[in-house]
């Protein structure tokens, strides 16, 4: 049963757009209180400084992170809104602390050190990675429960794993033949300002980047390889569109046998039944405006020219990153996995 008294909560990162999102939805929460927001030097300060929107709704202030400090608050779980590289700093101290963690970089997700190593940087903290549960509700949810480190999944392989993953377990689709073509609004981005993310850049401007190279691959194999229990390949090409948030994949697999689109969709809808945050849609294609401000990811399949046919949206800041982070936060205290969430 749920604890009668609310869980403190401590955010690392608040003045980032995924930070803001979950101050929002914290603040509102039934059974969880946020007591701390913690950021680096440079970004301190009142949070309504940084997102006038929380004027009158959120008295913190951003204060600059110490651990000894977040100790001092009494916190259950600290989230960890930090770039990669950063996160593997952190957990050690808070986990010595007794904190139980939500970690929303990459430095928890790839379990092996040496992929983690090709496709960021040597890992720095070997002993928590091996303790570190991938935060994909709707398919490791017991293992989340009684977690200690939770790695909260990107946005694309979230985007990317839910529609593809019940019909891997079904075999209906070859494990070696797979194209995931992923779009992004520019929030995913980070707030941090760049050349490629200034107004002339992105304003009518769609493109793809990181061709055959993009760091999220290899999530979405290791994760889609989890829960099947067999290899998976995956080609993933990601592209950013001028707007703000959302995201949505076209998805093409190679069907194992004769299959229809009747099919593709039951497949989907039995996966899916029990799990309140995907809905299964069959009349309406998915679309970023029909998840944007919730923490839903919508799929539809079906078949087309020989080829089964998958789409799926989310919004990037809140299923793909804030909303994801207090569905897990649920499942480890042991409230109602929707709760603070619609």
């Known amino acids: 049963m749920p604890k009668a008294k609310k869980i403190r909560v401590v955010l690392v990162g608040g003045s980032g757009y995924a930070g803001f999102e979950a101050i929002r939805w914290l603040s509102r929460h039934p059974h969880a209180e946020l007591v701390g927001v913690f950021g680096p030097a440079g970004e301190l300060g009142a949070m309504d400084e940084f997102y ?3 004027t ?26 930090v770039p990669h590289k950063v996160a593997m700093g952190y957990v050690p101290a808070l ?25 960021y940087c040597p890992h720095e903290d070997l002993e928590h990675l091996k303790e570190a549960v991938y935060g994909l509700p709707e398919y490791f949810a017991d293992r989340i429960r009684t977690a200690n480190l939770v790695a909260n999944p990107g946005c694309y392989p979230t985007c990317s794993v839910l529609p593809l993953a019940p019909l891997l377990k079904a075999g209906l689709i070859a494990a070696d033949d797979i194209v995931v073509n992923a779009v992004s609004g520019i929030s995913g981005a980070g707030r941090t300002p760049s050349l490629p993310y200034h107004y002339p850049q992105r304003n009518e401007n769609f493109e793809p980047y990181k061709v055959g190279s993009h760091r999220h691959m290899p999530e979405i194999e290791q994760t889609l390889s989890a829960i099947t229990g067999r290899k998976v390949a995956v080609l993933f090409q ?12 076209s ?89 603070g969430l619609y």
């Open 251 to 339: 998805i093409y697999a190679t069907p194992t046998r004769e299959v229809t689109a009747d099919q593709v969709a039951s497949v989907l809808e039995q996966a899916y039944a029990d799990k309140p945050f995907v809905r299964v849609r069959r009349d309406v294609l998915p679309a970023t405006k029909y998840v944007s401000g919730t923490n839903f990811c919508d799929v539809h399949g079906t078949v087309a020219k020989g080829k089964v046919v998958l789409f799926s949206a989310l919004d990037n800041l809140i299923k793909g990153a804030s909303g994801q982070a207090i569905q897990n936060m649920n499942l480890m205290f042991g409230f109602d996995e929707t709760a």
């Open 56 to 81: 009158k709704q959120v008295t913190l202030a951003q204060e600059l992170f110490d651990p000894q400090r977040v100790a001092g608050l009494g916190a259950d779980l600290a989230m960890l809104c």
């Open 95 to 119: 986990r010595a602390h007794g904190l139980r963690v939500i970690d929303w970089s990459a430095d928890y997700r790839l379990g092996d050190p040496k992929v983690y190593q090709q496709w």
């Open 52 to 54: 006038p929107l929380l």
């Open 238 to 249: 990601p592209h950013l569109c001028p707007m703000d948030r959302g995201m949505l994949c």
